[in-house]
């Protein structure tokens, strides 16, 4: 199994900076994409931001600009740098991990427990 663990959510005012981080445990043998996707009540959760462990990102276009993701494949992190946050931010953000324990099993979607970031107005 793999976990991921989640922090640096909170409340901040629009225009504030808020940095989550997330570090992955347990038996990964291999963990390919890491990301960040957050959720509001009654939606689907979203992706906010993706990257493989070559560094290649993928941003929602509602972040773009905003909001910055990086890893650490040594230590097994991700980190979410969000920066000029507006009220439409507040969500549920979740930690994404695509993972394999073993070569000869497939590929699993992880997550984390959630951290909940709430911007005011």
């Known amino acids: 199994q793999v976990q991921l663990v989640e922090s640096g959510g909170g409340l901040v005012e629009a225009g504030e900076s808020l940095r989550l981080s997330c570090a992955a445990s347990?038996?990964?043998?291999?963990?390919?994409?890491m990301g960040w996707y957050r959720q509001t009540p009654g939606k689907e959760r979203e992706l906010v931001a993706s990257?493989?462990?070559?560094?290649?990102?993928t941003y929602a276009d509602d972040v773009k600009g905003r909001f910055n993701i990086s890893r650490d494949n040594a230590k097994l992190t991700v980190a979410l740098q969000m920066n000029s946050l507006e009220p439409e931010d507040t969500a549920v953000y979740y930690c994404?991990?695509?993972?394999?324990?073993?070569?000869?099993?497939?590929?699993?979607?992880?997550w984390g427990q959630g951290t909940q970031v709430t911007v005011s107005s």
């Open positions: 994404h991990a695509r993972a394999r324990t073993a070569p000869w099993l497939p590929w699993r979607d992880y």
């Open positions: 347990g038996s990964a043998f291999n963990i390919n994409t």
């Open positions: 990257i493989t462990p070559g560094g290649a990102t």
